[in-house]
């Protein structure tokens, strides 16, 4: 986002010199914390964030402090993420994590595309989601009508697979956890879910 | 406490802690009291930030925590430093036991209640004198015939007490002879922290409690990832209730959690033991087979844990909907049993087991992140099929091309079977959601953007990934298909098929069945099938539509109170400080006015405070519950009794039950310790997890060819398993590479300099790494000879900008007793100058033995 002066020769330079230098101003008058502090590029700089059309609140993904933040949007894409100055946590302050928000957000390593592995493969190739999610949920339902076990011999309830497991959650949303369990825990009867809490 | 209210403190203990570096900006308010003129302390193995900046640096030994703070709570016992008047009716200290319990002084490190067999201990012998005692959380039942039908006793009258504290059975007079040997020479000798510094500690703590003065603590992982993890948290509690330190404004203990929502997981918990609100998950070795059983075993008889029913048949309501009816307990039938311990640990065994099959992993890294991550990785090996959904390829996602396995461990990606899924993930800021911070604090966070290309959001995912399910045994007559038939799952959905957050949030806070009026709070909730409610204590989140109070964002000016009770919603009921009855004393007044909270106000007949009040409004100070008539629940608890949850009242100094591994914390060792315990014969934790295998071994105390302390620690440029720090670039840029500190002295004698590359190694495998030589990290003389401490920064990996070898290589699969959490803070390793030899073929790569 930031504007870069052309490429000028020395005899132009010399002549911005003459004509930018604050002594001359301070001598005709003009106050040297004000006018004559003034340079010809900060004139044309706007603030980036003018560039933005739409602002959002939003909240820290890295540690658990909280810090609100303030993201930044131009034509859909993040332009700027910066501590929320209102927040009682972090009145506006970010850590070096919490300020490397956008470039996570827009780091160039990102991937945009579900990728699958064949048993075997040595590399990974472009699947569509829905090819995903329909080759997900046949799995799941194959592993767990093979591995699941509605009673103990004496007869004792378990409603459980013990054959898929979930990792994960501390990093989520509180909704996306809720749908986790239910589904995962009351839905399927898995019983290995765990998250980042005991790591 | 509220992080800011760190702000009010006039001493601040960071323990267990870098918080300068890993929690900077709460770290804020800790230099905001010290510039007010408070104490700050940091007691660490490493000379960090946090210690640069505190008043005192206390040094210690890694995996010594306990020793360090029962010295404290001896010193305050021993020179009558406590907080008599706060502490005599606001803890058990006057409680009086039974005749059975021994105490591990007796049993040279062994409470009563051993059991060899099993490995396990018996709580009986720990309970009060004529009263069983139920957990507050999800232990009540203890493997043992007719306990929790020994808790009803609990209506018949109070625990017996002696406020004079002269009974030898007390809590009292058995907390002083158990610390009895925790002298500052002692605490020297097993610590290494001197002793003059260790008495400056003592005096600070002492000094800033009281009625005019109060101390918090501030903890993160250091104290969690031990064998002792619980007890040394304990151990702070302890200290905390005897100096009068919870409840009131800059007192309290802060929880410096890891991950942004870790909590609100925790809460809601995707873990295997419990079901949102911190209610058990039904076990099928508990009396757990029906839904009334359960309900008896588990409901507290006094206390607010009494609404125990209201809570679980309003969960399952929401879960089964219309499905739910008495005569299916409300579907509790279709609600998984747990059969044992089915935490991280255990499941990475069982993945390498080829018990589990399938896996997801969700914005975790485990390969970098879990312990012993040769086994992690064998066992990602083994599974049929994994789906890894993440905002890049990370280590986990990739660890059948780049891990170690195929590196060093002579296998091929064309050997391993695995099917694996990487399905792009959406952030914070692209979908709208609400995390719950440290301090139980609920923030929402719009949706700003859109997620790039296929990235989609957990909620997306999980919907749809439950509707296919649902789809797929729609005509299923099986009945353990009946569970995934009758879950509810109807959410509103956007044009590009995102569930409504907000609509879920709804669905955790509650509302009446079947109309779906949103509730008001918890109190609303009732256990004859009539709410519905997804998390009982963050009820009050979405009180009526359009209110979603984890969207509020109207701070207190300068004026206010400093409560912020309009920013973001802190469960339960958005009280700030719990406990907070505390901060008044047992009539109701103030302790100080310097540190005024709650008081009750006897015109208006109720409690008043800047913050919500953690008590019932209207009771009265001086009520007192009638025995005669069998009290139950909150009627039985006192007006001068501010620990509502625990069944009676008070805060527990000593723990009839609920914990694993004794009622009153001990020092032990570390699982893998270069010395033997100086305290007691039993050395190191005797009910410490343990996971025998062949991938997994573990070496006994002092073994010599693994001299050196290991400890692991972060970074503040660098985030848990790496991945949202490594792939970025400013942060790489900052923290470019792996490394390892090396005191100096144990680098001179092995001849290695700053930036050479070294070999650490465990049991479990070795890694190379750049050596950092420091004075950060100092040699300890323990028993006569001379301990060097390593420690390493465990983010790294081979994937993204910021690259280096897995420290969790190193570490073992070995746990607490009571939480499953792993002992990488304290393990032992061997050091040699050089890089590893990783010949094809020859197995992964590991140092001779």
New interface residues.
């Given amino acids: 986002m930031s504007r870069q002066p052309p490429r000028r020769g020395l005899a132009e330079r010399a002549a911005e010199f003459a004509r930018e230098w604050s002594v001359p101003r301070q001598l005709r008058g003009a106050d040297h914390r004000r006018e004559a502090a003034e340079a010809a590029i900060s004139r044309t700089l706007r603030p980036r964030l003018e560039e933005a059309d ?16 303030l ?1 930044y ?1 131009r034509d ?3 332009i700027h ?1 910066e501590g929320d100055p ?5 009145q506006g ?9 956008f ?3 827009t ?18 190739r472009e699947v ?2 829905d090819w ?10 194959r ?1 767990r009508d ?3 076990v ?1 009673d ?1 011999p004496d007869g ?44 | 406490m509220p ?2 209210d760190l702000a009010n403190s006039d001493c601040v203990l960071v323990m267990g802690s870098n918080m300068a570096e ?5 770290f ?1 308010f800790v230099l905001q009291a010290k510039a007010r003129g408070a104490t700050i302390i940091h007691a660490d193995p490493r000379f960090t930030r946090t210690s640069a900046m505190a008043d005192i640096y206390a040094p210690i030994r890694a995996g010594t925590d306990v020793a360090f703070l029962g010295g404290i709570i001896r010193h305050v016992l021993e020179h009558d430093l406590w907080f008599r008047e706060w502490a005599i009716p606001y803890t058990n200290i006057a409680t009086i036991l039974g005749e059975d319990y021994r105490d591990a002084e007796d049993g040279d490190g062994l409470f009563s209640g051993w059991q060899e067999e099993s490995r396990k201990y018996s709580p009986e012998s720990w309970q009060y004198e004529g009263v069983t005692m139920p957990s507050a959380l999800a232990e009540s039942y203890v493997d043992t015939e007719g306990f929790c039908e020994a808790t009803k006793r609990l209506h018949e009258g109070p625990p017996p007490r002696d406020p004079t504290l002269q009974h030898p059975r007390c809590v009292y007079q058995v907390m002083k002879r158990h610390f009895a040997r925790y002298t500052p020479e002692m605490v020297e000798r097993v610590t290494g922290c001197p002793r003059e510094v260790f008495l400056k500690v003592c005096e600070a703590l002492a000094r800033n409690s009281g009625r005019e003065r109060t101390t918090a603590i501030c903890y993160a992982v250091g104290w969690n990832h031990h064998s002792t993890g619980v007890q040394i948290i304990r151990s702070g509690a302890i200290l905390q209730a005897l100096l009068g330190n919870v409840g009131r404004p800059g007192g309290g203990m802060l929880a ?17 033991d419990m ?2 609100g911190y209610l058990p ?1 039904p076990h ?2 508990k009396p757990h ?1 029906t839904l009334e059983s359960y309900l008896d075993a588990e409901t507290s008889p006094t206390g607010w844990w009494r609404n125990f029913p209201k809570y679980a048949v309003s969960l399952l309501r929401a ?2 909907g219309e499905a739910a009816a008495p005569e299916n307990g409300w579907g509790f ?7 044992g311990d ?4 255990p ?1 990475t065994v ?2 390498r087991n080829r ?10 890294n ?1 390969v970098v ?2 312990s012993n991550s040769l086994l992690v990785q064998r066992g990602l090996a083994d599974l ?2 994994m ?1 890894v ?5 990370t280590d986990t996602a990739s660890f ?2 780049d891990g170690h396995l195929v590196r060093s461990g002579g296998m091929r ?12 993930a959406a ?5 709208a ?7 139980r ?10 997620p ?8 997306w995912f ?5 509707r ?2 649902k789809d ?2 729609a005509a299923s007559e099986r ?2 298909d009946r ?2 038939r009758a ?1 509810t ?1 109807e959410y509103p959905v956007d044009d590009e098929g995102e ?1 409504d ?1 907000e609509a ?2 709804q ?2 806070n509650g509302y009446t069945w079947p109309d779906r009026t949103l509730l008001p709070d918890f109190e609303a909730l009732k256990e004859d099938g009539s709410t519905a409610c ?2 009982w204590i ?1 009820s009050g989140v979405f009180p009526k539509p359009g209110e979603n109070r984890s ?1 509020a ?1 109207r ?2 000016g300068p004026e206010g109170p ?1 409560t ?1 009770l309009g ?2 919603f802190a469960w339960p009921s958005n009280r700030r400080t719990l406990n907070n009855r505390a901060s008044a004393d047992p009539e109701g007044r103030p302790w100080s006015e310097r540190k005024r909270l709650v008081w009750w106000d006897e015109a208006k007949q109720e409690w008043a405070s800047p913050d919500q009040i953690d008590f019932p409004k209207d009771k009265r100070p001086d009520y007192e519950p009638d025995w005669s008539r069998k009290p139950a629940g909150m009627d039985a608890i006192s007006g001068r009794q501010p620990f509502i949850m625990i069944p009676d009242g008070v805060a527990g100094l000593f723990v009839p039950s609920g914990l694993k591994d004794g009622p009153l914390p001990a020092h032990y060792e570390p699982v893998e310790s270069p010395v033997a315990n100086p305290l007691y014969g039993q050395s190191i934790s005797p009910a410490a997890k343990r996971w025998e295998h062949a991938d997994n071994p573990v070496h006994g105390t002092g073994d010599p060819r693994w001299p050196h302390v290991l400890t692991t620690f972060r970074l ?5 398993g790496g991945t ?2 490594r ?5 790489a840029e ?1 923290q470019p590479e792996g490394f390892a500190e090396i005191p100096t002295e144990l680098a001179r004698a092995l001849g290695i300099r700053s930036t050479d590359w070294v070999v650490i190694s465990t049991p479990r495998g070795a890694i190379e790494t750049r050596a950092l030589v420091t004075d950060r990290l100092r040699p300890w003389r323990l028993d006569g000879r001379m301990v060097h401490q390593i420690a390493l920064p465990w983010h790294f990996g081979w994937v ?2 910021a690259t280096g070898d897995v420290a969790n290589v190193l570490t073992a699969v070995v746990g607490d007793p009571n ?4 002992e990488n803070k304290a393990l032992t390793c061997a050091l040699r100058p050089g890089r590893l030899r990783r010949a094809g073929g020859a197995g992964v790569a590991r140092e001779a033995r």
């Avoid at chain 1, 780091?107 to 595309?113: G, N, V």
Wanted: proline share 7%.
């Fill in positions: 739409r602002v959002g609140t939003s909240i820290c993904p890295y540690c658990a402090v909280g810090c609100a933040q993201i949007a859909g894409r993040p993420v209102r927040s009682p946590v972090n302050t970010l850590c070096p994590k919490g300020a490397a928000t470039g996570l957000m780091s160039p390593m990102r991937l945009d595309r579900c990728l699958h592995r064949v048993p075997g493969a040595t590399a990974w569509t989601l995903a999610m329909d080759r997900i949920a046949h799995l799941v339902r592993t093979e591995t699941f509605k103990l004792t309830p378990l409603n459980h697979t013990l054959g898929i497991a979930s990792m994960g959650g501390a990093t989520l949303d509180n909704e996306e956890n809720y749908l986790i369990k239910k589904l995962f825990s009351g839905g399927l009867g898995m019983v290995f879910v765990e998250n980042q809490a005991r790591v | 992080q800011w890993n929690h900077p900006i709460a804020r410096l959690r890891g991950h942004t929502s870790i909590q609100g997981s925790t809460d809601i918990p995707t873990l295997y079901l949102p998950q099928a070795f087979s879960w089964y039938d279709w609600v998984p049993r747990i059969v089915h935490s991280q640990l499941l069982a993945m018990i589990i099959r399938g896996l997801f992993v969700m914005g975790q485990p992140g879990s049929d099929w789906v959904r993440d905002f890049a390829e059948w091309r990606p064309e050997d391993i079977r695995t099917e694996v899924f990487l399905m792009p952030l914070s800021g692209e979908k959601g609400s995390f719950t911070n440290t301090h604090l609920l923030q929402w966070h719009d949706k700003v953007v859109p790039p290309g296929d990235s989609r959001s957990e909620h999980v919907y749809h990934l439950g296919r399910l797929l045994y009945e353990e569970a995934i879950l799952w569930p957050a879920i949030l669905e955790i997804g998390c963050y969207r964002r701070p207190d400093g912020h920013w973001g503040t440029e660098h985030h848990s949202p720090t792939l970025v670039p400013t942060t900052l993204g900008y939480t499953g959490m792993h």
